[in-house]
């Protein structure tokens, strides 16, 4: 009787879980932006795990990390551009041609250099700055503090120092 319990238990316990974990696949499938637009928040999930996670890793420890993790970025861009339409066409701007001039992360510049040019159309880099702005990132364990400690409570929206 007791084995039967227990059987049932864990039954209900993984069907339970199954049905709740859901894959952003699952979730997400296409946000319609008017009647010509559309952002594909799959694709943009593909191309962050397979492209932008290379070198803007969470998990990457600071030896061998060869950028800001994506949540800096993330931060940083919603400081200076705090609405969606700004924040993607500042992204688009900087990854299309990722020069000092589009650059507002000077920081990251001086430590990693500039970032490399991607070969992503302007959509795909639309959709993947759609889906950072949108969706909560993985962040390192430090970066709450260094967060806190490099920016404190600075206003949103505020125009970057063009100067270190």
Avoid at 27 to 48: F, H, N, R
Avoid at 112 to 135: C, G, H, K, R, W
């Amino acid at each position: 009787m007791k084995k039967a319990l227990i059987i049932s238990y864990l039954i209900l316990f993984f069907f339970i879980l199954a049905t709740c974990a859901k894959k952003v696949d699952d979730v997400i499938q296409v946000i319609p932006l008017d009647s010509t637009e559309q952002i594909d928040l799959v694709k943009a999930k593909q191309i962050i795990d397979t492209g932008c996670l290379v070198c803007h890793s969470a998990t990457a420890d600071e030896d061998n990390r060869l950028a800001p993790p994506l949540e800096a970025v993330k931060r940083r861009y919603l400081l200076v551009y705090p609405k969606i339409e700004e924040f993607t066409e500042a992204v688009v701007d900087f990854v299309s041609d990722p020069t000092e001039e589009n650059a507002i992360m000077m920081g990251s510049i001086q430590k990693f250099n500039l970032m490399l040019p991607m070969e992503y159309s302007e959509e795909d880099i639309e959709a993947v700055a759609t889906y950072i702005y949108q969706y909560e990132l993985e962040k390192p364990d430090w970066f709450e503090a260094h967060y806190q400690e490099m920016h404190g409570d600075v206003e949103i929206g505020r125009k970057p120092r063009l100067s270190p």
